[in-house]
């Protein structure tokens, strides 16, 4: 595990909005009511599915946003508990069971909206949560984020999001690796990441 | 407006409440401490030690209420324990470490007193652990990179409310010990007393250069401004400023009263006066700090 550098690609010319990454995420991470660790964003405004543009020259682009698992993450370096913690493929994850709940990693995350504060007992739209099994559980007052679906990726399988693109704008994999898929479309295509100003050094590129 | 202060003040109440109440015991602990100094040299002894000693025992409770009020922040505060386990890169970490250290040497000191030892160099040790809270609680928020909070306006704010609750807090206390009239004939609590509109003057020239930062622009469509939290928080500008500038009026005229009680030497009869431009101070005070969390309420879902 310790050699893995694990990074998302996204492609920002194939994606084309229909939420299925944003659906696998919240099914396959029993993620409770009005709970979303992957959102689907247009660039014309907050609600959904907003074109930009001057009519009629309106334009439709899509940016779907989850935790960035930033190589140097300043919400890790935040939270008093050591709950928000770096493991050694770069997945930033987030441990339930010692979150205080103080939300000291959502001030200093420079992402709007990629982690979610659980007030309250997880509310679900059914009387249980049908998604996969292994995803650990949602607690009361603490907060909870994209893990990468590390528990699939300990199972040797790829993250929800990744599986289910129809239109594969979405990658997975080892950019250590310089024969895996997504150094070699990073070596291949234009590429950013997102606040790169920061220094916090994401590991998720949007192929531009 | 009204609404939405209130909606702010029910999710962020503890943390204005910890805030102001770890730098009023600060503030008072250290200016007494001063004084008890100064005093010394010009009454005495035991005498500087009955008219500081209240007010620097009074301490310790306030900060007792900041730390329990801080607990109803936390989704789990049974796991409050757990705060202090990354004090080598969380702020917030550090800010609990100095608070703890800082009750912890006032009640030693408090009982060192009470057996009649007074030691200068454990009062010193308070008064530096409860200024590394104030400066570490600072750190917490000037380190988000967020607007607003990534300023040094978050410095001088949190300081300077430390040492204006400090001076505003030992006049009423030394008032109460029936001495501020003596003292302020003197300058000892006058000097102060101008230091602290000072510092307020500081802190709004500080809020006339950072308000203007906090404007959005919309119009900018750009990946970066599509997902970074800055436009977030700015969206609670306006209510930023109203509360601030509020929050800065109530505390000038309270100070201002208290200065110019002083100056008339009309304390021990304008003692009620005194007491009044503490609580307005202190409201200003609320206000001004309501104003900076609501810059973060968006993001405290």
């Known amino acids: 595990m310790a050699d893995k550098k694990y990074v998302m690609v996204i492609d920002l010319k194939l994606c084309i909005g229909c939420h299925t990454c944003a ?38 682009s899509f940016l779907t946003l989850n935790c960035q698992h930033c190589d140097d ?73 994209c893990t990468f679906c590390y528990h699939r990726l300990d199972a040797g399988l790829s993250p929800n999001c990744i599986e289910v693109c129809p239109v594969r704008a979405r990658s997975f994999g080892d950019i250590a690796d310089s024969d895996s898929d997504v150094s070699k479309l990073l070596e291949a295509r234009t590429h950013t990441q997102l606040l790169a100003d920061k220094g916090t050094k994401p590991s998720v590129f949007y192929l531009i | 407006m009204f609404g939405g202060y209130i909606i702010m003040i029910r999710k962020e109440w503890s943390l204005i409440v910890n805030s102001l109440m770890v730098q009023l015991a600060a503030g008072m602990y250290t200016c007494l401490a001063v004084y008890r100094v100064i005093l010394e040299q010009q009454i005495g002894r035991e005498a500087a030690i009955t008219l500081t000693d209240p007010g620097m025992v009074m301490a310790g409770p306030i900060l007792l209420f900041g730390m329990v009020a801080s607990l109803f922040h936390l989704g789990n505060p049974a796991r409050a324990y757990r705060s202090v386990t990354n004090i080598w890169t969380s702020w917030l970490s550090r800010e609990i470490f100095f608070t703890g250290v800082f009750f912890v040497l006032w009640f030693v000191t408090h009982v060192m007193g009470i057996n009649g030892h007074n030691h200068f160099l454990m009062t010193f040790l308070t008064v530096v652990a409860g200024l590394s809270a104030v400066v570490s609680m600072a750190s917490i928020y000037y ?52 230091l602290a509109v000072f510092i307020l003057l500081i802190r709004c020239m500080e809020q006339i250069n950072l308000m203007p930062s906090l404007t959005i622009d919309d119009n900018v469509l750009s990946l970066d401004n599509l997902v970074s939290a800055e436009p977030m928080a700015k969206k609670s ?21 208290v200065l110019f009680m002083l100056i008339a030497g009309h304390l021990i009869r304008g003692g009620l006066i005194i007491i009044v431009s503490a609580l307005v101070v202190f409201m200003g005070e609320f206000l001004v700090r309501s104003g900076f969390y609501s810059l973060g309420q968006n993001e405290n879902k």
């Not at chain 1, 739209?125 to 603490?142: H, N, R």
């Open chain 1, 23 to 60: 659906i696998a995420c919240k099914q396959g991470n029993n993620l409770p009511n009005e709970v979303w660790w992957n959102r689907v964003m247009t660039f014309g405004g907050p609600t959904m599915d907003t074109p930009h543009g001057v009519f009629p020259n309106l334009k439709m």
């Open chain 2, 237 to 257: 500008a306006g209510m930023y400023k109203s509360l601030t500038l509020w929050g800065m009026t109530c505390s000038s005229i309270g100070i201002c009263l």
């Open chain 2, 143 to 194: 380190s988000t990179g967020k607007p607003g909070w990534a300023s040094q306006n978050t410095y001088t704010d949190f300081l300077g409310t430390t040492v204006i609750f400090g001076i505003v807090s030992a006049t009423v206390i030394l008032y109460t010990r029936g001495a501020a009239l003596e003292y302020s004939k003197n300058g000892l609590l006058i000097a102060p007393a101008i």
């Open chain 1, 73 to 145: 993450p300043p919400c890790v370096k935040a939270c008093p508990a050591e709950a928000t913690y770096k493991r050694e493929d770069g997945l930033v994850m987030q441990d339930y069971d010692t979150c205080l709940g103080c939300r000291m990693c959502i001030m200093a995350c420079p992402y709007n909206d990629v982690r979610t504060y659980n007030e309250n007992h997880p509310q679900y739209y059914l009387d249980f949560p049908v998604g996969d099994q292994s995803a650990k559980e949602q607690q009361k007052g603490t907060v909870s984020k």
